[in-house]
């Protein structure tokens, strides 16, 4: 595959994310941060994400397995999630961080559930598109 095809391909896989709702403008932010003394900079970034968010899911599985969940703490993780999620710009992702909220301020386990299966189907996802990007973006 040529270079030139190859840049056109990595913006028409970068504009469907935007499309699709998976990432907003502050990817673009993070991209534009990159340059020839750290060309990986927006990967690396992502990596960290990932990585940290894998924590984050990890403790708020913990905390709704309790038969009385804390929903103090499971807001306090979120709001954590929420903050990460938008550095990056993970835009579905920060939307159900917001709707757990929501329900965390309400005290509804169900809908807590709901939202949380929602959100690690929207962060699986994500991860899926943007390990595709970056590898073709290399």
């Given at each position: 595959m040529?270079?030139n095809?190859?840049r056109?391909q990595l913006?028409?896989m970068?504009?469907s994310?935007?499309?699709q709702g998976?990432?907003?403008e502050?990817?673009?932010?993070?991209?534009?941060?990159?340059d020839?003394?750290?060309p990986?900079?927006?990967e690396e970034?992502?990596?960290?994400y990932f990585?940290?968010?894998?924590?984050?899911?990890?403790n708020?599985?913990?905390?709704?397995?309790?038969?009385?969940p804390?929903?103090?703490?499971?807001?306090?993780?979120?709001h954590?999630f929420?903050g990460?999620?938008?550095?990056i710009?993970?835009q579905?992702v920060?939307t159900?961080c917001t709707?757990?909220?929501e329900?965390?301020?309400?005290?509804?386990?169900e809908?807590?559930?709901k939202?949380?299966?929602?959100?690690?189907?929207?962060?699986a996802?994500?991860?899926?598109?943007?390990e595709?990007?970056?590898q073709l973006a290399k």
């Open positions: 040529d270079r095809q190859s056109r913006a028409t970068k504009q994310l935007f499309d998976y990432l907003d502050q990817f673009i932010q993070l991209e534009e941060l990159q020839d003394a750290n990986n900079f927006a970034i992502v990596t960290i990585r940290d968010s894998s924590r984050f899911i990890s708020l599985e913990q905390e709704m397995q309790r038969t009385a804390d929903f103090d703490k499971l807001d306090s993780i979120m954590q929420k990460s999620s938008s550095s710009g993970a579905k920060k159900e709707l757990f909220r329900y965390c301020a309400a005290e509804n386990a809908g807590c559930m939202s949380f299966q929602q959100l690690k189907k929207e962060h996802v994500l991860r899926k598109k943007l595709a990007y970056f």
